[in-house]
């Protein structure tokens, strides 16, 4: 092993502390945040859009963004081919969740897959709701 003197060692930790978030960026640049009002805006325009609700289907039952299809965020590795041709087809793709969490984790297995056009609603539904915006049962 390597023995570094003092400076060196937090000069490489700072480093190291960099290229790690230089690389997660890298991951995560690729899904922007779409505010809450733009969707609206892109719903009332007929805008190309396939709107995920990672959630349950209780919870989804329970009320979800207007238009929004259910694929619950622990089958989203077997409907790839369906959210990839959405895109192909110039469909956006919005991903949300109640908190933030389970979209996350499908954002990120649908970029590794290749798909590029990757929004993630502002808020999910916990702030979709807490607005007062319309939705579907």
């Known amino acids: 092993m390597i023995k570094l003197r003092p400076s060196h060692q937090v000069f490489y930790q700072i480093a190291s502390f960099l290229l790690l978030s230089v690389l997660s960026l890298g991951l995560s640049a690729n899904v922007t945040t779409i505010p809450q009002q733009a969707l609206l805006d892109k719903i009332a325009s007929d805008t ?9 289907p209780e919870e989804y039952v329970e009320g979800h963004v207007p238009n929004a299809i259910n694929i619950p965020h622990d089958e989203i590795k ?5 959210i ?9 793709i919005v991903v949300y969740c109640r908190s933030g969490r389970r979209a996350g ?13 990757l929004h993630h609603l502002e808020g999910d539904m916990n702030a979709w709701t807490k607005s007062n915006h319309p939705t579907e049962r």
Request: proline letters at 3%.
């Open 48 to 56: 190309p859009l396939l709107i995920l609700d990672v959630r349950t």
């Open 78 to 82: 077997q409907q790839v081919s369906l």
């Open 84 to 92: 990839a041709q959405a895109e192909s087809e110039g469909k956006e």
């Open 105 to 117: 984790y499908v954002e990120s297995v649908l970029h590794s897959s290749g798909i590029r056009s």
